[in-house]
Protein backbone atom coordinates (compact mmCIF):
# COMPACT_ATOMS: atom_id res chain seq x y z
CA UNK A 1 0.00 0.00 0.00
CA UNK A 2 1.18 3.47 -0.98
CA UNK A 3 0.58 7.00 0.83
CA UNK A 4 1.86 10.37 -0.28
CA UNK A 5 2.39 12.52 2.80
CA UNK A 6 1.96 16.69 1.69
CA UNK A 7 3.63 19.65 3.14
CA UNK A 8 2.79 22.64 4.57
CA UNK A 9 3.21 26.16 4.90
CA UNK A 10 2.31 28.80 7.54
CA UNK A 11 0.36 31.77 6.68
CA UNK A 12 1.51 33.93 9.36
CA UNK A 13 3.17 33.17 12.20
CA UNK A 14 3.25 35.06 15.93
CA UNK A 15 4.83 33.86 19.06
CA UNK A 16 2.30 35.03 22.06
CA UNK A 17 4.11 33.91 25.34
CA UNK A 18 6.26 31.58 26.72
CA UNK A 19 4.77 28.70 28.89
CA UNK A 20 5.79 27.23 32.31
CA UNK A 21 6.82 24.30 30.52
CA UNK A 22 9.40 26.17 28.16
CA UNK A 23 7.50 25.88 24.93
CA UNK A 24 5.71 28.97 23.35
CA UNK A 25 2.15 29.52 22.70
CA UNK A 26 1.66 30.48 18.97
CA UNK A 27 -0.88 31.77 16.19
CA UNK A 28 -0.51 30.68 12.81
CA UNK A 29 -2.62 29.21 9.70
CA UNK A 30 -1.27 25.82 8.27
CA UNK A 31 -2.06 25.62 5.01
CA UNK A 32 -1.60 21.93 2.82
CA UNK A 33 0.55 21.98 -0.52
CA UNK A 34 0.46 19.09 -3.14
CA UNK A 35 4.10 18.58 -2.52
CA UNK A 36 4.78 14.66 -1.97
CA UNK A 37 6.77 12.37 -0.04
CA UNK A 38 5.81 8.68 -0.74
CA UNK A 39 5.55 5.63 1.24
CA UNK A 40 5.70 2.17 0.77
CA UNK A 41 4.22 -0.50 3.26
CA UNK A 42 3.95 -4.19 2.56
CA UNK A 43 3.57 -6.63 5.67
CA UNK A 44 7.11 -8.52 6.05
CA UNK A 45 9.01 -11.19 7.70
CA UNK A 46 10.81 -9.83 10.14
CA UNK A 47 9.83 -7.54 12.96
CA UNK A 48 10.42 -4.22 11.36
CA UNK A 49 12.57 -3.19 7.74
CA UNK A 50 12.79 0.29 7.12
CA UNK A 51 14.56 1.34 4.24
CA UNK A 52 14.89 5.17 2.52
CA UNK A 53 15.75 6.72 -0.93
CA UNK A 54 15.34 10.59 -2.47
CA UNK A 55 16.38 13.19 -0.07
CA UNK A 56 19.22 11.50 2.64
CA UNK A 57 17.75 11.65 6.46
CA UNK A 58 19.89 12.29 8.80
CA UNK A 59 20.26 10.02 11.97
CA UNK A 60 19.34 6.53 12.95
CA UNK A 61 16.04 4.84 11.63
CA UNK A 62 14.95 4.35 14.63
CA UNK A 63 14.75 8.21 15.20
CA UNK A 64 12.70 9.17 12.14
CA UNK A 65 8.79 9.31 12.50
CA UNK A 66 7.54 6.66 10.20
CA UNK A 67 9.33 4.23 12.69
CA UNK A 68 7.78 5.95 16.18
CA UNK A 69 4.35 6.00 14.71
CA UNK A 70 4.81 2.06 13.76
CA UNK A 71 6.03 1.59 17.43
CA UNK A 72 3.64 3.64 18.69
CA UNK A 73 0.95 1.21 17.21
CA UNK A 74 2.47 -1.48 18.04
CA UNK A 75 2.03 -0.93 21.75
CA UNK A 76 -1.67 -1.00 21.65
CA UNK A 77 -1.94 -3.24 18.87
CA UNK A 78 0.64 -5.96 19.43
CA UNK A 79 -1.09 -8.57 16.68
CA UNK A 80 0.05 -5.99 13.84
CA UNK A 81 2.13 -8.21 11.55
CA UNK A 82 5.85 -7.21 10.75
CA UNK A 83 6.52 -5.00 8.19
CA UNK A 84 8.47 -3.76 5.50
CA UNK A 85 7.97 0.37 4.91
CA UNK A 86 10.18 2.43 2.17
CA UNK A 87 10.45 6.18 2.45
CA UNK A 88 11.07 8.22 -0.81
CA UNK A 89 12.03 11.94 0.50
CA UNK A 90 11.36 14.65 -1.48
CA UNK A 91 10.01 17.66 1.04
CA UNK A 92 13.13 19.18 2.69
CA UNK A 93 14.39 18.35 6.38
CA UNK A 94 14.61 21.32 8.72
CA UNK A 95 13.14 23.48 6.08
CA UNK A 96 9.74 24.92 7.97
CA UNK A 97 7.43 22.51 5.42
CA UNK A 98 6.44 19.96 7.96
CA UNK A 99 7.78 16.90 5.98
CA UNK A 100 8.58 14.42 9.07
CA UNK A 101 5.33 15.59 10.68
CA UNK A 102 3.07 14.36 7.49
CA UNK A 103 5.69 11.55 7.39
CA UNK A 104 4.63 10.43 10.97
CA UNK A 105 0.91 11.14 10.59
CA UNK A 106 0.19 9.57 7.14
CA UNK A 107 2.22 6.20 8.94
CA UNK A 108 -0.63 6.42 11.41
CA UNK A 109 -3.52 7.03 8.58
CA UNK A 110 -1.64 3.83 6.39
CA UNK A 111 -1.10 1.36 8.91
CA UNK A 112 -4.79 1.93 10.48
CA UNK A 113 -6.42 1.27 6.71
CA UNK A 114 -4.44 -1.59 5.82
CA UNK A 115 -4.75 -3.46 8.87
CA UNK A 116 -7.85 -2.30 9.50
CA UNK A 117 -7.55 -1.03 12.70
CA UNK A 118 -10.67 1.28 13.09
CA UNK A 119 -9.11 4.26 14.56
CA UNK A 120 -11.17 6.93 14.38
CA UNK A 121 -9.88 10.55 13.34
CA UNK A 122 -10.35 11.60 17.24
CA UNK A 123 -7.79 8.60 18.06
CA UNK A 124 -5.59 9.20 14.98
CA UNK A 125 -4.81 12.73 16.18
CA UNK A 126 -4.39 11.30 19.57
CA UNK A 127 -1.23 9.47 18.59
CA UNK A 128 -0.57 11.96 16.00
CA UNK A 129 0.05 14.43 19.17
CA UNK A 130 2.45 11.86 20.62
CA UNK A 131 4.88 12.05 17.76
CA UNK A 132 4.83 16.31 17.41
CA UNK A 133 3.14 19.29 17.96
CA UNK A 134 2.65 19.53 14.00
CA UNK A 135 1.59 16.16 13.52
CA UNK A 136 -2.36 16.01 14.30
CA UNK A 137 -2.55 18.82 11.09
CA UNK A 138 -1.92 16.32 8.66
CA UNK A 139 -4.79 14.27 10.01
CA UNK A 140 -6.69 16.91 9.06
CA UNK A 141 -5.06 18.12 6.20
CA UNK A 142 -7.13 21.12 5.36
CA UNK A 143 -6.41 24.67 5.85
CA UNK A 144 -6.41 25.07 9.85
CA UNK A 145 -6.03 28.11 12.44
CA UNK A 146 -3.31 26.73 14.63
CA UNK A 147 -2.79 27.44 18.99
CA UNK A 148 -1.06 26.07 21.38
CA UNK A 149 2.47 24.77 20.01
CA UNK A 150 0.44 24.31 16.93
CA UNK A 151 -1.99 21.07 18.36
CA UNK A 152 -5.18 23.03 18.58
CA UNK A 153 -6.35 23.27 15.67
CA UNK A 154 -9.37 25.41 14.05
CA UNK A 155 -10.14 24.28 10.38
CA UNK A 156 -10.88 27.34 8.51
CA UNK A 157 -12.39 28.39 4.54
CA UNK A 158 -8.83 29.55 3.20
CA UNK A 159 -8.85 29.34 -0.34
CA UNK A 160 -5.59 29.85 -2.93
CA UNK A 161 -6.87 27.68 -5.67
CA UNK A 162 -6.75 30.36 -8.29
CA UNK A 163 -2.76 31.63 -7.53
CA UNK A 164 -0.01 29.36 -7.81
CA UNK A 165 2.44 28.79 -5.26
CA UNK A 166 6.16 29.09 -5.15
CA UNK A 167 8.39 27.23 -2.72
CA UNK A 168 11.91 28.35 -2.63
CA UNK A 169 14.76 26.12 -0.51
CA UNK A 170 17.98 27.60 -0.33
CA UNK A 171 19.66 24.78 0.99
CA UNK A 172 20.01 26.39 4.35
CA UNK A 173 19.24 24.29 7.75
CA UNK A 174 17.58 26.60 10.69
CA UNK A 175 17.84 25.50 14.08
CA UNK A 176 14.27 25.78 15.58
CA UNK A 177 16.03 26.92 19.05
CA UNK A 178 18.15 29.36 18.00
CA UNK A 179 15.45 31.16 15.65
CA UNK A 180 12.98 31.47 19.17
CA UNK A 181 16.07 33.05 21.12
CA UNK A 182 15.45 36.09 18.67
CA UNK A 183 11.83 36.16 19.49
CA UNK A 184 9.88 38.89 22.24
CA UNK A 185 6.67 36.97 22.44
CA UNK A 186 3.77 39.62 22.06
CA UNK A 187 0.09 39.27 21.37
CA UNK A 188 -0.70 41.33 18.24
CA UNK A 189 -3.57 43.86 18.06
CA UNK A 190 -4.97 41.85 14.99
CA UNK A 191 -5.13 38.01 14.80
CA UNK A 192 -3.57 35.82 11.91
CA UNK A 193 -7.08 34.46 12.02
CA UNK A 194 -8.66 38.27 11.60
CA UNK A 195 -5.63 38.97 9.16
CA UNK A 196 -6.32 35.30 6.93
CA UNK A 197 -10.21 36.36 6.17
CA UNK A 198 -8.91 39.82 4.68
CA UNK A 199 -8.29 40.13 0.92
CA UNK A 200 -5.01 38.56 0.20
CA UNK A 201 -3.60 41.90 -1.37
CA UNK A 202 -3.68 43.27 2.62
CA UNK A 203 -1.28 40.78 3.76
CA UNK A 204 1.71 41.96 2.71
CA UNK A 205 1.41 44.75 5.20
CA UNK A 206 -0.09 42.70 8.20
CA UNK A 207 0.76 38.86 7.80
CA UNK A 208 3.53 38.27 9.77
CA UNK A 209 5.79 35.55 10.46
CA UNK A 210 7.44 36.33 13.51
CA UNK A 211 11.06 34.43 13.22
CA UNK A 212 11.93 36.58 9.85
CA UNK A 213 14.14 39.20 11.99
CA UNK A 214 16.06 36.45 13.67
CA UNK A 215 16.36 34.32 10.79
CA UNK A 216 17.12 36.70 8.29
CA UNK A 217 19.79 38.56 10.22
CA UNK A 218 21.85 35.45 9.97
CA UNK A 219 20.96 34.18 6.83
CA UNK A 220 20.64 37.05 4.65
CA UNK A 221 20.25 35.22 1.32
CA UNK A 222 17.00 33.70 2.82
CA UNK A 223 15.89 37.39 3.16
CA UNK A 224 16.81 38.20 -0.67
CA UNK A 225 14.55 35.31 -1.13
CA UNK A 226 11.96 36.89 -0.18
CA UNK A 227 12.79 40.21 -1.78
CA UNK A 228 13.38 38.45 -5.13
CA UNK A 229 9.61 37.14 -4.72
CA UNK A 230 7.90 40.81 -4.53
CA UNK A 231 10.13 41.90 -6.89
CA UNK A 232 9.10 39.07 -9.72
CA UNK A 233 5.38 39.96 -8.47
CA UNK A 234 4.64 37.79 -5.75
CA UNK A 235 0.91 39.10 -3.93
CA UNK A 236 2.35 37.68 -1.10
CA UNK A 237 5.87 36.05 0.05
CA UNK A 238 6.86 35.00 3.77
CA UNK A 239 9.31 32.62 5.37
CA UNK A 240 7.33 29.25 6.40
CA UNK A 241 7.81 28.08 10.13
CA UNK A 242 11.30 28.88 11.52
CA UNK A 243 12.50 28.56 7.79
CA UNK A 244 14.36 28.31 5.81
CA UNK A 245 11.90 27.77 2.78
CA UNK A 246 10.66 30.78 1.78
CA UNK A 247 7.45 30.90 -0.58
CA UNK A 248 5.23 33.28 -2.59
CA UNK A 249 1.85 33.48 -3.89
CA UNK A 250 1.54 34.46 -7.48
CA UNK A 251 -1.56 35.26 -9.32
CA UNK A 252 -0.19 35.53 -12.58
CA UNK A 253 1.06 32.41 -13.89
CA UNK A 254 4.19 33.90 -16.44
CA UNK A 255 5.21 35.99 -13.01
CA UNK A 256 5.23 32.46 -10.96
CA UNK A 257 7.35 30.96 -13.99
CA UNK A 258 9.80 33.76 -14.17
CA UNK A 259 10.57 33.71 -10.35
CA UNK A 260 11.19 29.78 -10.52
CA UNK A 261 13.50 30.72 -13.15
CA UNK A 262 15.79 33.24 -11.57
CA UNK A 263 16.41 30.75 -8.43
CA UNK A 264 16.69 27.66 -10.23
CA UNK A 265 20.65 28.11 -10.20
CA UNK A 266 21.00 28.63 -6.38
CA UNK A 267 18.07 27.08 -4.76
CA UNK A 268 15.74 24.03 -4.95
CA UNK A 269 12.49 25.64 -6.40
CA UNK A 270 8.64 23.46 -6.59
CA UNK A 271 5.27 25.03 -7.84
CA UNK A 272 2.73 23.88 -6.08
CA UNK A 273 -0.85 24.54 -6.82
CA UNK A 274 -3.89 24.39 -4.85
CA UNK A 275 -5.05 21.88 -1.77
CA UNK A 276 -7.91 20.63 -3.91
CA UNK A 277 -5.21 18.40 -5.82
CA UNK A 278 -3.81 17.10 -2.74
CA UNK A 279 -3.96 13.02 -2.88
CA UNK A 280 -6.38 10.76 -1.17
CA UNK A 281 -4.54 9.28 2.31
Given amino acids: MISFPNCKINLGLRILRKRNDGYHDLETVFYPLPHYDIIELIQGSDDLVFSGSGLRVAGEPANNLCYKAIQLLKKDFPELPAMRMHLHKNIPMGAGLGGGSADGAFTLQLINQKFRLGLTREQLLNYALQLGSDCPFFIINKPCVAYGRGEQLEEIAVDLSDYGILLVHPGVHVNTAEAFSGITPAVPVKSVKEIIQQPINTWKKEL ?74
Fill in 208 to 281: VNDFETTVFSKYPEIKSIKETLYSKGAVYASMSGSGSTVYGIFKDQSALASASSSFKSSASVTICNSPASLRGH
